[in-house]
């Protein structure tokens, strides 16, 4: 077990070396970490042996390593995103993690800072109660595409991201944050904002709640607009962390 003022001090040697890296890669200059919980990434780790301060550069060297974790019995190094070693970081108090954020945004967890949005696209759909819920368990919600003017963009940004559009059939529409299961007809964003149903967000006819059977919001990649879609299909989604 390392003392407390052990610990401090290689917190300390990390900044240094961290601030030093920072001055010598300006392009990295945005680079903040903090300590996370290790379960949140130990799954998709490996590692070598190596000093802490070493283990972090090694992360901050590298534009695709948003996290790293830290054994202090072993001395062995977990990188986020490095697969050239087959070992698996097991569960140790004596293991700690440190993600890279932007602001208060965890891209540590595959959130992107996109048009002032801190933002998460997820590729395997799910329905829409499932899609509230795991946006929820990141703190965030799905995204609230509430005018065009000021949503639109940051969301194609998100999209552009990830070369979409095209998309197979399955994935062409995306859960926003709005639904109308309290009250037929009266949309309601996730923080209690009223979605018109006049508003231009809406595509060309809609809502329709076609079949009387659509009381969730997808963002529809046909028309670029929103789209009330039955709750239970499962589709893509975006959860937005607010900053
Ligand atoms: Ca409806
Ligand atoms: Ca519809």
């Known amino acids: 077990m390392v003392n407390e003022p052990f610990r401090f001090f290689l917190l300390f040697v990390l900044e240094v070396s961290w601030f030093v890296n920072a001055a010598r890669c300006t392009n990295l200059h945005f680079r903040e970490w903090h300590q996370i919980k290790n379960e949140k990434v130990m799954t998709s780790f490996s590692g070598w042996t190596g000093s802490l301060t070493e283990c972090g550069s090694t992360c901050d060297q ?3 390593c948003t996290a790293f974790c830290y054994s202090d019995i072993t001395s062995s190094c977990y990188v986020k995103g490095d697969m050239t070693s087959q070992q698996q970081l097991t569960h140790s108090s004596n293991v700690r993690c440190f993600g890279l954020v932007q602001g208060t945004c965890p891209l540590w967890d595959d959130y992107k800072l996109v048009g002032g949005r801190c933002v998460k696209l997820f590729t395997d759909p799910l329905g829409y109660v499932e899609s509230r819920e795991r946006c929820s368990a990141d703190e965030a919600h799905l995204y609230h595409f509430k005018t065009r003017l000021e949503d639109e963009q940051p969301f194609l ?3 552009a991201v990830y070369g979409f559009p095209p998309l197979p059939y399955n994935k062409i529409a995306l859960w926003v944050g709005a639904d109308d299961l309290q009250s037929e007809g009266n949309f309601v964003w996730s923080d209690g904002t009223p979605l ?3 508003a231009d967000v ?5 809502p329709n709640n076609y079949y009387q059977n659509e009381d969730c919001v997808v963002y529809w990649i046909g028309s670029y607009l929103l789209n009330d879609f039955p709750c239970t299909r499962e589709t893509l989604f975006v959860c937005q962390l607010d900053l």
Do not use: P, T
């Open 202 to 206: 809406w595509g060309v006819g809609e």
């Open 62 to 64: 590298r534009s695709d």
């Open 196 to 198: 018109a149903n006049s």
């Open 157 to 159: 940004d998100l999209l």
